[in-house]
């Protein structure tokens, strides 16, 4: 795998007084070697052309770059390295200068079907903020970095929906709706090993969109809503049950009222309707005897 080597280039400005002093000295000798002689100095204008031309090469070292961005030097096909001095700069004329940026670039993915953990069809996208960490890796180990982040954000998101269901149903396990902070993190520890021999690194990756599937989201609401309604059920059961308990074992501390075996049995199933009922109960007065 390749390495970055970071490099200093020389400032600009510096160098360019310079070559513009050599500028006007070259035009200079050439006004020499041309007027004021009864003919050319032939060696003269050889030496000035020569100068000139070098002059011209020199001047295509110049090249700028904004703050965290960085260029890639090539000479002739051998990486010589990674500036990453902002500014006006200098290098040499025959370095190739390939501009990476170092900011931070936003992923918004598309939507992907999936099939979740239990094989249910499900949309889901997420966004991804990854950066580039290592330039030498970004521009040689892969072929480009951008599409191969595109590419593995999107394995990734596949291999993630099949470790987990989309909602956790009657089973205690995480899901994809119910613990977003925990598969965000585990969506982010992936890409970072997927992203990482590209020099790229991931500050941050969150699903931006979850639903089931069209085709099964009716069938799936229903579902969702007859297991709420049985959950709740089940919360209004356990709740009458302990306040019956709680009503039973206060009136035989308090010694109010002696209840037989079936007088309580009477008791806790008219308590029991009361307080599972859906509707407001009527209540019925009985005058007479709960034998006759």
């Given amino acids: 795998m390749s390495k970055e080597r970071v490099v200093k280039t020389a400032s600009g400005w510096p160098t360019l ?31 000035a052309s020569v100068i000139s031309i070098v002059w011209f090469i020199l001047m295509l070292g110049f090249f700028t770059l904004q703050p965290n961005m960085s260029a ?39 939507k992907l079907k999936v099939n979740d953990k239990r094989g249910n069809p499900v949309e889901i996208a997420v966004v991804v903020v990854w950066r580039v960490a290592d330039t030498a890796e970004a521009c040689f180990d892969v072929e480009n970095y951008r599409e191969y982040v595109t590419v593995q954000s999107e394995s990734a ?31 982010q520890d992936e890409l970072k090993q997927r992203l990482g021999k590209a020099g790229v690194v991931v500050d941050e990756a969150r699903i931006s969109h979850l639903a089931y599937a069209p085709e099964i989201a009716g069938a799936m609401l229903r579902r ?17 049950v302990g306040m019956v308990e709680m009503a039973l074992d206060k009136l035989e501390k308090s010694h109010t009222v002696q209840l037989d075996e079936e007088r309580k049995a009477s008791m806790v199933s008219n308590l029991l309707v009361v307080l599972c009922g859906e509707r407001e109960a009527s209540p019925v007065i009985n005058t007479g005897s709960l034998y006759s």
């Fill in 157 to 187: 998101v596949r291999h993630l929906a099949t470790k987990y269901p989309y909602d956790t149903g009657e089973h205690d396990e995480p899901s994809l709706r119910a613990n977003i902070d925990e598969i965000s993190a585990d969506l």
């Fill in 17 to 47: 007084f310079v070559l513009l002093l050599v500028a006007a000295a070259c035009g200079c000798f050439f006004y020499w070697c041309i007027g004021g002689r009864p003919s050319p100095h032939v060696v003269g204008l050889v030496a």
């Fill in 72 to 110: 890639v030097l090539l000479l002739f096909g051998a990486y010589k390295g990674t500036t990453k001095d902002s500014g006006f700069r200098w290098a040499n004329p025959f370095l190739t200068k390939e501009k990476v940026s170092l900011r931070a670039h936003n992923l918004n993915g598309e």
């Fill in 224 to 240: 969702q809503q007859a297991e709420a309604i049985v959950a709740a059920r089940a919360r209004i059961v356990d709740g009458a």
